[in-house]
């Protein structure tokens, strides 16, 4: 029997075994077995920004989690981290406030033994193998990456330290692609061939605002930009490619077993010229023809397409959409040789399309998902709803933070690791290539060095985590 046949039946075994069964067999610590399960996980968090708060409001819930340190020169956001903690009647966190490298004394600390890293995206090499270096383990936020040689470094160092880090891309949480997952393993998609995704949501009002408040409130970026403009609208203008691959890739990914029997092996990536941003600020009523900011070229083009091909023969297109107007929608599909499926909106059981040619008799015609996604909702969702509930993102913030805690709690590995950070952050840099060579084909490198041909299936194999 091949490679693929063997992981193909382990696959369906695995599915229709108990979801109680722990099938997560590897550990995690294998630097180290100095951490204590009956003991709380001491945490510290790099960056406190908005997008780290709402990782501080799920820790501060928990009595298995204290927070110990924040690091952040941001005052405003301490503070706002430190209501929270008292909010929720915990003890004040130790602040590493002055300047940006302050974070390196938070590191320096014997009381944490693991770290939250929500920073521009550009911090996340430097921090992320710094902490892991200093023995402290990762929980990084995602993005791509901004070169691919820093895959690379993310991979060396977690091979020199052993170290683990945990990737928190929440869209693999999702109730209705966990459903579709769970489908996809009892076999009922067939064999899987193709996959769609990616970021397709429109961020103008997040790239830009008036410099106080976040969202939708004004034309200014950079300098005089406040939160994610300050920063991530800088990316538009000096870059272009996939530049948020992880949203759209990471659930195709754990559906098609990348890097767990099966591995992407190249891509082609095409831009359309840039015009939504530069239309954006000159009809802004803060903005017009004569600010400042209308004289900005944005080298990122609107709406960037990527395809990707796959050792096992399927294929993945990935869309980044985030300059124009549209409504939000993530824009899913997963095809196999007996069904189909599409979402449209944010997830709701819902919002998609549905195909079995067999069970709908050759009917030629959509199903909506909802009856089908509460049959096969995903035991893990079932187990967590109530608990879920209120947390970011419809819930999936709750699950990312849930499994980064109860996997350093049993010693049990990540279930994407350093291997996935690395190959799906890779996609950025490598799409910029493509894109500036007229849309040739690269290779996408094997950052597991042969490893993802034994590695087995962890993500969702359970109803824990």
């Known amino acids: 029997m091949d490679n693929t046949s063997s992981r193909r039946n382990f696959i369906k075994t695995a599915a229709l075994a108990s979801f109680g069964a722990l099938v997560l067999p590897n550990s995690l610590f294998a630097y180290s077995n100095d951490f204590k399960t009956d003991k709380k996980v001491r945490v510290g968090f790099i960056g406190v ?51 940006e490298y302050d974070y390196r004394n938070l590191l320096k600390l014997k009381t944490i033994d693991a770290v939250v890293i929500a920073t521009p995206w550009e ?22 990456a901004i070169k691919l040689e820093d895959c690379w470094e993310f991979v060396k160092v977690y091979e020199e330290t052993k170290v683990p880090i945990f990737m928190m891309e929440n869209v693999c949480y999702r109730r209705d692609i966990m459903a579709i997952m769970n489908m996809a393993r009892k076999g009922m998609f067939g064999e899987l061939v193709h996959g769609r995704g990616g970021y397709q949501h429109d961020l103008r009002g997040v790239l830009f605002n008036d410099g106080v408040t976040p969202y939708n409130s004004g034309a ?60 954006y600020i000159v009809e802004h009523p803060k903005g017009g023809e004569n600010h400042p900011n209308a004289k900005a070229k944005f080298n990122q083009g609107d709406i960037v397409t990527t395809q990707i091909a796959c050792a096992n023969g399927e294929t993945i297109l990935l869309t980044h959409d985030t300059s124009l107007q549209r409504p939000y929608d993530l824009g899913f599909r997963v095809q196999g040789t007996e069904g189909l499926w599409q979402d449209f909106g944010w997830g709701d059981f819902n919002q998609g399309h549905i195909y079995f040619e067999k069970t709908m008799n050759h009917s030629h015609r ?61 996609i950025t840099p490598l799409s910029e290539e493509s894109i500036a060579k007229g849309g040739q084909a690269v290779d996408i490198p094997d950052f597991t060095n042969g490893k993802w041909k034994t590695r087995q299936p962890v993500f969702g194999m359970t109803d824990e985590f």
Request: glycine share 8%.
């Open 49 to 99: 920004g908005l997008r780290g708060q709402e990782h501080v409001k799920l820790l501060a819930k928990r009595d298995d989690v204290e927070i110990v340190a924040f690091a952040d020169p941001d005052k405003r956001m301490l503070l706002a981290s430190q209501k929270i903690l008292k909010d929720h009647h915990k003890s004040a966190a130790q602040e590493f406030s002055n300047g």
């Open 123 to 144: 911090w996340h090499l430097p921090q992320g193998t710094e902490a892991m270096r200093a023995k402290k383990i990762v929980g990084m936020e995602v993005s791509g």
């Open 220 to 279: 200014e970026f950079g300098e005089k930009g406040f939160s994610e403009a300050h920063w991530r609208t800088e990316h538009y203008v000096k870059r272009n490619g996939e530049l948020y691959p992880t949203h759209g890739l990471g659930p195709l990914a754990v559906m098609m077993d990348i890097n767990r029997g099966n591995r992407l092996t190249r891509l082609s990536s095409f831009s359309s010229k840039s015009v939504g941003l530069h239309k």
């Open 366 to 426: 959509w199903e909506n998902t909802e009856k089908w996604m509460k049959e096969f909702d995903h035991p893990i969702w079932k187990k967590f709803e109530n608990t879920a509930a209120g947390a970011g993102h419809g819930g999936m913030d709750f699950f990312v933070m849930n499994t980064f805690i109860e996997c350093i709690k049993r010693n049990i590995e990540f279930p994407m690791d350093v291997y996935d950070l690395a190959l799906w952050y890779s």
